[in-house]
């Protein structure tokens, strides 16, 4: 009887929710609905990570006409389950610091039970997703920039072990991945050509350059450089 006024004494915001405890191969869910005598009904199951698995889960939340679900921002897992399932319910992304900040917790509750306990009262806070079209657009430009990011570097890698093996070859070309240098350096690796018949790959702007890039192409390659 003091478990049942504790929990009446505070106020439900959302009688109809569910908290995900979300992990990279699974999805526990508990759902906590208000019974009409009042009562606090408990339902809890798991989900597997895949995307009929999380589709199940949707359609199992919907059968008890839950409203609200809240999930904790852990790695990239929350997202598959975030696309699959914020055209159908009102989700909330909690931070974990906040999470452990809330006080109240006992031993016996589970991660989702916890989060839908406190989401039934409004505690928890939530952070904030930008719509789709914008969370795509963030994705396309970070993949951009560390794309760009993998090519700068692989490209001072490239000029390393060039200097290591005393070729030249950044010193005369502006870009050595252009399409020239890159066939000298093609050349260099096969070890049939001699430095001037590499310069004679040069094309365009770079012919003019040719007894410079035979100078620069005289290195000492060997099989290991270090």
């Known amino acids: 009887m003091e478990k049942r006024e504790s929990e009446e004494a505070m106020q439900v915001i959302h009688p109809r929710c569910a908290g995900l405890d979300v992990h990279p191969d699974s999805v526990v869910a508990t759902v906590l609905l208000i019974a009409p005598d009042g009562a606090v009904e408990r339902h809890q199951q798991s989900f597997g990570a895949f995307t009929d698995e999380l589709l199940k889960l949707g359609d199992w939340l919907k059968s008890y006409a839950v409203t609200h679900a809240a999930m904790e921002s852990t790695?990239?897992?929350w997202?598959?389950?975030?696309?699959?399932?914020e055209d159908q319910f009102r989700l909330l992304l909690v931070n974990a610091q906040h999470l452990k900040r809330v006080p109240g917790r006992k031993t016996d509750v589970s991660d989702s039970e916890w989060r839908a306990d406190l989401l039934r009262h409004?505690?928890?806070?939530?952070?904030?997703?930008?719509?789709?079209?914008?969370?795509?657009?963030?994705?396309?430009v970070r993949?951009?920039?560390?794309?760009?990011?993998?090519?700068?570097q692989?490209?001072?890698?490239?000029?390393?072990v060039l200097e290591c093996a005393n070729i030249k070859l950044g010193r005369v070309a502006s870009n050595i991945t252009g399409v020239s240098a890159l066939e000298m350096l093609e050349g260099l690796l096969a070890g049939e050509a001699t430095p001037e018949a590499l310069a004679e790959l040069?094309?365009?702007?770079?012919r003019s350059k040719k007894p410079q890039l035979a100078q620069a192409l005289a290195g000492r390659m060997a099989p290991t450089i270090g």
């Open 143 to 152: 993949h951009r920039s560390g794309y760009v990011d993998r090519v700068a």
């Open 154 to 160: 692989l490209k001072n890698e490239l000029q390393e």
């Open 79 to 85: 997202k598959p389950v975030w696309n699959l399932l």
């Open 122 to 140: 409004g505690l928890l806070r939530a952070s904030f997703v930008p719509a789709r079209p914008q969370r795509e657009l963030r994705e396309l």
């Open 202 to 206: 040069a094309r365009g702007r770079m």
């Open 75 to 77: 790695g990239a897992y």
